[in-house]
C-alpha cells in the first residue's frame, strides 16, 4: 500500500477530494481501514485449529 495515502488529512485545509489528486491517491484507499499485520493469539490459535481440522478431513 502506498504511504502517499498517509499524507492525506480530513484536518487539513484542503478538502480530501483535492489532496488525494494532488498525491495521486485513490480517494477510497484513504477510507479503507488500517490493515492488521500480525494476528493475535487466538486468532492464530484458531488459524491452527481449522489447519488441523483440515488436514485431517481435506473435502
Do not use: G
Request: include cysteine; proline fraction near 7%; hydrophobic fraction near 40%.
Amino acid at each position: 500500500m502506498s504511504t502517499r495515502r498517509w499524507w492525506v488529512s480530513d484536518k487539513e485545509p484542503l478538502t480530501v477530494a483535492k489532496q488525494c489528486v494532488l498525491a495521486s491517491v485513490n480517494r477510497s484507499t484513504v477510507y479503507l481501514p488500517s490493515i492488521v499485520l500480525f494476528p493475535d493469539a487466538e486468532e492464530l490459535l484458531l488459524l491452527e485449529l481449522i489447519d488441523k481440522e483440515y488436514t485431517r478431513h481435506p473435502f
